[in-house]
Structure formats: C-alpha cells, structure tokens
C-alpha cells in the first residue's frame, strides 16, 4: 500500500515536471507542430489531386508522428541531462520504473495533442470523411499508438541519455521499432477514413496489433528502464 | 580474473575442428546436390537453386537472433552475471548479421531474376530490412564505451526486445498480401509441396549453415574473451602508470 | 549486521574508457566522520564521491557503502546518500519553489521542512519564485544545497559545496553540514579552499593521481 | 590588406571548427541522415506507385532539407551557447561576418552532403530519371539553393541562438522564409527528373529565384549578423 | 585622446527582464590596477563583469571602458578586453589544443604563446590531447584561463577564477594576473574566497544589491 502511493507519486511528479517544462519553454508547440503542419500543407499542394491525397492522409499524419516522436524524446531527456538532473533522480532512490511511466505518459500527452491537430488538418485540408463508427476507430488507434510510442521512445531515450555520442545511437534504435507502428497506425487510420475503400473492421485488426506492441513496450519498459539507465 | 592465468594461443579446440570439418563436407554435397543433381523448377528455371542458399541463410539469422536473446536472457536473469553468456549473444548477433546479410543479398538476386528488379516495397522484404537494421543497431549499443557489464546489461535488453520482430517477419506473408514466397516448407498446414530431392537438399543446405553458425560462434566468443583479457592486461599498465604518477608527487 | 565502517573502500579502481581515474583507493570512513579530500585538479575526488554515490561502475576492488557492496547492489545505496555534484540538478525552466517541490515529493519530504531549506539558504520571497535559469550562480548553487537538505540522507556527498558561495553561505553550508554530522550522517566533501575546508573537516584524505592517503 | 588575410583566417577557423565537431559528434550523419532517409524510405512504402512517387520526388526531398535544416541549425548554434563559447567570439573583437560566413558554409556542406545522399535514394527507391542537361540543372539548383539555406538558416539560428527560449521561435521565423526556397527547389528539380513533363529549361527560371535568394540572405546575413547576436 | 580611466561607470543601471540588477554603480579602475569584487550572491558582479566586457546594455547611466563609451560602441570595448565568466566558453568535443588553436587563430596568438599557456595551466602531454568533455571541472576551468591568456588583453575580467582551481593552479593563476598587471594590463575580477582575493588585488570594491562601494 505504502510503496504503491509512493510510486503514484512519483509518477505524477515525473509528469508534472515533464508537462511543466514544456508548458514553459513550448519546445513542441513552437517548433514540432509547426513542422507537422508544413508536412500536411505541403503535401495539400504537392499533389493537389484529392483522390491521391485521401490515400495519403493516414500515411503523412503518422509520418509526422513519428518525426515528432524523435525531437520530443529528445528535448524530454535533454531537460534532465543538462544540469546533470538525471543523476539526481538516480541517487533519488526512487522507483525509476516509476520515472519511466511518468515521462512516457508525458510523452503520449504530447503526441496525443499533436495528432489531434494533424487530424484536424487533414479533415480541412484533404476532405476525408470519417463515419461515426470511424472516429471510434480513429480515436483508439491514436490512443494504442501513441502509448505505444511514448513507451518505446521513453525506453530507447533513456538507453541513449547521458554519456556523450550515445544520443546519435536514438534514431538508429528507434526506426526499425517505430515503423510496424507506422504502418499498423496507418492502415488502422485509412480504414477509419474509408480511403481506398479499406473497411472499418481491417482496422480494428490493426488496433490489436498497436495494443500488443503498447503492451510489450511498457511492460518491457518498466522492466528495463530502471537497469538501463542505472548503470 | 581466474582466465587470465590461462595461457591462450588460438581460438581452435579439438571440438570446433570437428564441427569445421562437418561444416566442410554438408557444404561441398550442397553445392553439388544443389548445382548438379537438383532438377530445375518448372516455373522458375535455373534461378530456383538460389533457394539453397536464400532459405537456409534466413532461417540460420533466425537461430542466431533466437540464440542471441536466450544468450542475454541468461545474462540478465541468472544471479551471477556472467560475461560468458554476453559474449556468446554478440558472437550470435554478428553472424546473424551475416547470415541476414546473405539472406538479403540472395534474396535480391533472386527477385531480380524472377520479378525484374532488385527491391520491392514488400512486406516480406521490408520487415526483413528493418530486423537486419534493428541487429546493427544492437550491434552499435554494442560498441558504445562503458565497462563490459555495462555493456552486457545494455545490449542483453535491445536483444530482448529485438528477437520480438522475428514472428513480424515470419508471418509478414500472412499479415499482408505479400509478393513473396509464402511458407512453402514451414507451411502451418504441413502439407510440402516439393520434390524430395530438393527438400532434401534445403535441409542438408540448413545443416551445413548451422554446423558454419557454430563454428563462427565459438570462434568470435573465444576472441572476445581474448580482447577482453587483452584490454583487462592494458587495464593493469594504465594502473601502474598511474600509481606511478602518484609516487613522484 | 553490518560493519561500523559507513565506506570501506579496498584497493578500489574506476575506469572511465581505458583511464583508470582512480587506481587502487584503500580508505574507510566511519560512522559520523566529516571527511574532507584534498587533492590537485585530476586526482579522482569527483571520481570517489560518484562512486559512493552509487553512480559509477567499480573495476576492481571490493567496495562497501552503508553496509551495501557497490559491486553488486549499487541500487540500494543510491536510495540512502544525498549528492551535490559539481552540476546542481536544478531544472532551469523551473522556479526554486518548483525544484524544490519536485525534489521533495521524490522523497516524501514535507512542507515545512521544505520551506525551511529555502530560508536557510536565503532563497525565500521573491527568488524562490524565479526560475532557476534566472538565478546567479551562488544563488542557483544555494537552490541545490536547499534540495540535498531535504533529502536527510545518511551520507552526504558534497563536491567543493563552497564554491560560490558567498561568505554568508559558507557559513550556513559548514552549520548545516555540522548539523547534519550531530543528527547521526555522515559527511564526505571534496574541496579546493584548504583552510576552511580543514576547520570544518574531522579528518582529511589526499587524493593523488587516483590514490588516498591520509594527509 | 591586413584586414581581409584575418577574415579569412576567422571563417576558416570556425568552418573547421563547425566540421570537425560534426565528425567527432555525428550528429548530423547519425541523426538527421537516417531521419531524412526515413521520409524517403516511408513514403516509397505509403505509396507502392511509381506515378504518384515520381510526381512527389522532388517534393519530398526538400521537404526532408528543410527539415534537417532545423535540425542542424539549432545543433550548429548548440554547440557555441553550451557553455557561452558564443560568448567569448563575442569578446574576441573578431569581424561577426566571419563568424556568419564560416557558420554558413560549414552548414550548407552539410545540407549538401544530406542532399546528395537524399538524391542518390530518390534515384534508387523511386526509379526518377534524369538527363545529362537535367544532371547540370539538378547540380546547379541544389548549390543555389543549400547556399540559400545556409544563409538564412545561419542569419536567423543566430538571432534565436543564446537566451533561454528563444530557441523555439527558430521554426516560426524560418518556415515562412524558406517555404519560397521549398518550392522553387522543388520546381526546379521536378524539372531536372522531367517528372510531370515538366521541361528543363523552366527550372533554370527558378534556379534563378534560388540565386536571388541566397544573395540577398548572403548579403544581408553578412550585414545584420554581427549586429544581431552583439545586442 | 581618452581619460587615463580604464573603466568609468557613473550611476549605470543595468536590467533584466524588468529587475535592475544593477541599480545606480559608479566606480572608476585605473590603469594597472587589479580590483577585487566582492559581495553576497546576487549582488550584481556577473552583472558588472558582463557590462565592462560590452555584453549587456546598460539602461541608465553613462559607462565608459577603455575610452569606448559603452551606450554607443560596444563592440569596440569587446575587442580589447578578455573575459572569463562563470561557464568556461570551450568546446566540449574539440581537444583542450584543438580548442587553444581554434581561439588563438582568432586573436592572431603564435604557437609558442599557445604552448607556453598550456604548459602555464598544466595540460600539456595526454590531457592536450583529450576532449574537454573527458576533462575534470578543475582541468576545464584551467583550459577557460589558458585560453585567456593567449589573447594578452587590455582589460581582464574574471569571474571566480580561483573556484575550482587547486593550490598550485590558484598560485599560478595569481602569478599570470600580476605578469598581466605588469606588462600594463588592469584586472577586473570577482571572488568569494576574500582572504586570498584580497591579497592578490590592489583594491576592493565592495558590491551590495546593485551599488558598488569601496570596502
Ligand atoms: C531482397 C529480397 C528478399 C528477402 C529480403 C527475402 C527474405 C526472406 C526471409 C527472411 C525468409 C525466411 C522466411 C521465414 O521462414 O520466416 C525467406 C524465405 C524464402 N524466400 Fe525470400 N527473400 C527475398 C527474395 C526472395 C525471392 C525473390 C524469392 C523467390 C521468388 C524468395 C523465395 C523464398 C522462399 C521460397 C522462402 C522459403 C519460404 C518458407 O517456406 O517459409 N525470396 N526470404
Ligand atoms: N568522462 C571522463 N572520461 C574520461 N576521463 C575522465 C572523465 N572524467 C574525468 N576523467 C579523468 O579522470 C581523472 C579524474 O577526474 P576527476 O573529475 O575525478 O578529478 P577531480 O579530482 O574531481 O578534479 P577537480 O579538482 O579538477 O575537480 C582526470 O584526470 C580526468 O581527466
Ligand atoms: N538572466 C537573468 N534574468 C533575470 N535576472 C537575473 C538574470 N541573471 C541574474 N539575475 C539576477 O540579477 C542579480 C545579480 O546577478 P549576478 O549574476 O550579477 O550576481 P553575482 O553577484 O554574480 O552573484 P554570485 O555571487 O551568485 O555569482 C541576481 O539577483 C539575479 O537573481
Ligand atoms: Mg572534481
Ligand atoms: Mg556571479
């Protein structure tokens, strides 16, 4: 009883502090999500066709994602590594499954808030159509897959916090990780979408699929977090 | 360091002799059961017996990545942390990565013979492109500095969870509509639909692969053991060079 | 059940890449101990203090901190030592009072007592409401010693705690360490300030290109 | 006489500064390479079609520029406000438009390194074709245009560079400047890839563009720059 | 053609933000001296430093340093003056001689200069050759110095260099400044270690809230 408050705790504290900083410095706001938003406009004009678009609406949406997912999880562990912050939480003697859940729940809130504007650009600027039993569908794969990511990048960033030249291992480790997320996220979205005459029952497939790799990454996670960056 | 009294010369023991020559002698009838005495396909002509190579090598990255993960399995859960396991699961993870290699390498061969081009954005081959990537990574986390549990501890984790993709490349055929072969031989439904010289020439070609993936293995564990004594041995100098460097204070 | 010594370090070696930063350290520090470790620039004194702290990896060498072997439980020392490293740890888009809490909530530490480290180290009022990016440097310095107050560990790792400081400060950070010393912890400190360091010190321990001998 | 030999000396100190702590840090061959191939790679996946792929070639390889433009110029002015180096070339009452000339350049050999590489992949991934006089066209258009980047990109990461936050309105500034370069680029090399049946000497009016461009931001980074981070 | 003044501040304000962490300084530095800052954290001497060295803009009040009026010509004080800060302005992925060699090509310093100051500081042999990253703090701050004594300034200003230094590099440290003094050169610096600062200064001005007073 007592150790599990202790570790609510801690986690609300990890992502208060995470949210926090961000709400500050609006690292994500000011610089992902515009970027995010160029990607949907450009494409608006690139191929300014809409049957081309439809079929490319989930695709890009979830390109930005995980683009977005690189530069969030690094700013997330910069925040700690610049003041030597990550080795105070070590000698914290806290639970750092704990500081896992906390950051990767920081992390899905802001992918969460990113994909929501995505979306909504992509009704705007690419008409798509979403029936009722769609946004159904939307709305849990953009929860599984973002879970997902906050979990895998959380635990692949902080294997690759700290030490100098570690950082440039992220990508590398994180791209052949993200991309069944792409295309499961992507499928599951253009069969809420409809495009290309996907149904809506393939996508739920798909969600399966999203749901087991959350699961993996965050039991895993949890698991391996504390280990990892304890050394 | 109870290994560094041991006087080590080569890496070869009288069993690693036997595997070799095994692996010589399963080698030389696969090429000659493979380029001679198997018929050519009726669809595919002469390119077929490029499947020898192809499908063996795959299946022997599969072992090797499965060996990798028991390897850091061991590492991580047994009580004593032991080096040796850690050594064992990169020697795994490098050939692997070879035999990955090999599998792409042929794989493309192959498609350019029978689909006209080199690369196809298909699941079969893109999900096998990503499980090569995920090993180099592991490869790198590998490489990173830090003392050798660190190292252990790091990479035991990363090929944990990368062993997770091989299902995802195994039944990428099924998940998608694939243009690549489907399983012909590990079908689920066990019904093998070919010839009993060819089949038998396929398994021969993956027993002449695993007899190779264990000799390397325990070629490439012992000369890790080798550079670890070797940079143990460097350790002892830098020591004495600098409790030197104290005195003359 | 376990020994008396708070570190029992024997023939101890650090390696970071292939430099051995501390090469065979034998030293122990018993309980209630203000251990001050003098040394030129490059001798290992960070070196030690991070070890203690359960941070680094021991080479070789048997290593014992609060009854647990850095070897094999670095773990369950981390969870009982506090460390001022030469870094703060402070978050910079953050106000003190925000550190602080931060800090505090990780180890359960209470309002009072929090609001108490603030004052001691002269950061109440209008500072604590700043972020810590908008601090000076003894100021952000102060904002670090508050959250190691409130953590009570049972050993204090400071590396040079006074530099920054202002006179004033100096003065809190040698009470608050001698405080700490009388409500059972223990104490270790690097320092270049000779003087005030050895004042304060109960013993001092020189390190020299990566060894420890008594001074 | 004098006063030009020490110019020279400033830019190409802090080129070699700027390149050999990309060699020694790979930030931008291990991060922002692989990234930038991920654009390449995901889109030939999204849109197994040849038409569609070789319609967004030129598209999807500014876009992937840009992006790592970002990317490399915040790493590129991360570097000097680390630990206030930027500072002391402050102090150094050394000519700013060095410093300007020599950031520039080391960032647009970088774009161009990227370039090529994103280039050789569109070449293989997306079976794009090009003539001989396509090839000098392709050629000309990516100098003009990383030189532009390089400009306005060193011009504007030094105005945000230093102060707490100011980071962040690095994207807001630069998206509207180079979304001219993002589509004249594009343009142009649509042109050279003959894609779309576009002819190739319509992309010589907007290497054109590109040239103006990068003079005026060469010129006027030149000028402004000294003063900008002297405040 | 200029005042025999070094620096001349007259009721100079300098703010953040909306704080005047300097609020109303007038003091004046003579050529050849070497003046002592002291004061409490947070008094406003980075904040002084800074402003001599032409980094910040001064709000109210009129300064002058070397001759250069401060509202309108900052850019010529920085090419005359050296500044050492808090942060030590290195590389953190270039060589301590990769970083000498980067600032020397600067300010036109020969290589004998460049050996002689990394010899001064101590780090010639392995360490000139190791990353600024892998450096102690001590080392670090000792590679800031060496790189500020190649640049032979008019002005020095140094903010705390003695912390982190041990003995020996404090002694030197003091030598180089007084070598500086005597080859013409005024000293500017700040400390909280006041026995030692006061010794090695010509005259202290004492720094409270903003003003400056002489001690
Ligand atoms: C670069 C291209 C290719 C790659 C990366 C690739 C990869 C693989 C992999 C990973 C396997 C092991 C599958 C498993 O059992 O899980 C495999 C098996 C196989 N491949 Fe390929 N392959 C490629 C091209 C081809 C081509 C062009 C053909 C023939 C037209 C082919 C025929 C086969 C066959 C027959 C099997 C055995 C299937 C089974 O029974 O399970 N492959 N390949
Ligand atoms: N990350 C690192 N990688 C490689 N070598 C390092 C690293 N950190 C420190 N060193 C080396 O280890 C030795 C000891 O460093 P340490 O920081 O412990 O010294 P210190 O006694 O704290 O010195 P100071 O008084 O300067 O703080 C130094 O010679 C230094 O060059
Ligand atoms: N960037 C900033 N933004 C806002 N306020 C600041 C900033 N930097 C410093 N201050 C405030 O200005 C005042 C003077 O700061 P300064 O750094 O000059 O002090 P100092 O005398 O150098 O102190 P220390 O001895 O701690 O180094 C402090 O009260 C500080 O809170
Ligand atoms: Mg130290
Ligand atoms: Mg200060």
Chains 1, 4 share one sequence.
């Not at chain 1, 393939?202 to 969600?207: C, R, S």
């Not at chain 2, 081959?125 to 003392?147: C, E, K, P, Q």
Request: hydrophobic content about 50%.
């Amino acid at each position: 009883m007592k150790k599990s408050m202790g570790k609510g705790r801690v986690v609300s504290a990890v992502l208060i502090k995470d949210l926090r900083i961000e709400a500050r410095s609006r690292v994500v706001t000011n610089q992902v999500l515009p970027f995010a938003g160029l990607i949907m406009i450009m494409f608006a004009f690139a191929l300014d066709n809409d049957d081309v678009l439809q079929r490319v609406a989930g695709g890009l949406i979830w390109l930005a994602t995980i683009f977005s997912l690189f530069v969030i999880v690094q700013r997330s562990f910069a925040i700690d590594t610049v003041d030597a912050a990550l080795d105070s939480l070590r000698v914290a003697g806290i639970d750092l499954s704990a500081v896992f859940l906390g950051k990767a729940i920081a992390l899905t809130l802001q992918l969460m808030a990113l994909d929501v504007v995505l979306i909504a650009s992509a009704f705007l600027l690419y008409q798509v159509q979403v029936s009722a039993v769609g946004l159904v569908l939307l709305v849990t794969c953009v929860t599984c897959a973002t879970t997902g990511l906050g979990f895998v990048g959380t635990l692949y960033g902080g294997l690759t916090a700290g030490t100098n030249g570690r950082e440039t291992l992220l990508p590398l480790l994180l791209l052949p990780v993200v991309a069944p997320v792409l295309i499961a996220a992507t499928r599951a979205t253009e069969a809420a979408f409809g495009s290309g005459g996907a149904a809506t029952s393939e996508g739920w497939a798909w969600v399966g699929l999203l749901t087991i790799f959350a699961a993996v990454f965050g039991i895993g996670g949890s698991l391996a977090f504390g280990p990892l960056i304890d050394e | 360091m109870s290994q560094s009294s041991r006087k080590v010369s080569n890496t070869g023991t009288q069993a690693t002799r036997v595997i070799g020559v095994l692996a010589i002698v399963v080698m030389i009838w696969v090429v000659v059961s493979g380029l001679v005495l198997t018929p050519a396909d009726v669809v595919q002509g002469e390119s077929v017996r490029i499947m020898y190579v192809h499908v063996p090598s795959a299946w022997i990255a599969y072992v090797a990545f499965i060996v990798t993960a028991i390897a850091s399995a061991f590492y991580i859960f047994a009580k004593r942390h032991s080096l040796g396991f850690d050594r064992v699961a990169g020697a795994s993870a490098e050939v692997g990565v070879m035999f990955m290699a090999i599998t792409l390498i042929t794989g493309s061969l192959w498609g350019r013979l029978t689909w006209g081009e080199f690369w196809q954005w298909d699941p079969r081959l893109t999900t096998t492109a990503f499980l090569f990537v995920t090993y180099i990574g592991y490869l790198a986390v590998r490489g990173l500095d830090g003392s050798t549990q660190q190292r252990a501890k790091r990479s035991a984790v990363v090929a944990l969870l990368a062993v997770l993709e091989i299902p995802l490349v195994h039944f990428s055929v099924v998940f998608w509509r694939s243009l690549h072969q489907g399983a012909t031989i590990l079908d689920p439904n066990g019904d093998v639909k070919m010839d009993g010289l060819m089949l038998f020439t396929l398994f021969s070609g993956v027993v002449g692969f695993t007899l190779v993936f264990i000799w390397l293995v325990l070629h490439r564990q012992r000369t890790m053991l080798l550079s670890d004594l070797a940079i143990e041995r460097g350790l002892d100098n830098a020591i004495l060079e600098r409790q030197n460097e104290s005195a003359r204070n | 059940m376990t020994s008396e010594k708070v570190v029992d370090f024997n023939d101890v070696v650090i390696v970071y890449d292939d430099f051995p930063a501390v090469a065979g350290a034998t030293f122990c520090v018993d309980a209630g101990e203000i251990i001050l470790l003098q040394g030129p620039n490059g001798a290992g004194k960070t070196t030690l203090l991070r070890a203690c702290a359960g941070l680094l990896q021991i080479a070789r060498g048997s290593a014992n901190v609060l009854g647990c072997d850095l070897q094999t439980d670095r773990a369950a020392v981390r969870s009982r030592v506090g460390l001022l490293g030469h870094a703060n740890g402070l978050f910079q888009d953050l106000t003190v009072s925000e550190n602080m809490s931060f800090w505090s909530r990780l180890v359960g530490a209470n309002k009072i007592d929090i609001d108490q480290a603030i004052d001691a180290m002269g950061l109440s009022g209008r500072l604590s409401e700043t972020p810590v990016a908008k601090l000076s440097a003894g100021q952000r310095r102060r904002c670090a010693l508050a959250s190691l107050i409130v953590r009570r560990a049972q050993l204090w790792l400071l590396d040079e705690p006074h530099a920054g400081l202002d006179a004033q400060g100096r003065d809190e950070l040698d009470r608050t360490l001698r405080a700490a010393r009388d409500s059972g912890a223990t104490v270790i400190f690097a320092s270049h300030e000779i003087e005030r360091a050895q004042s304060l010190a109960t013993r001092c321990l020189l390190v020299t290109s990566g060894t420890v001998m008594p001074v």
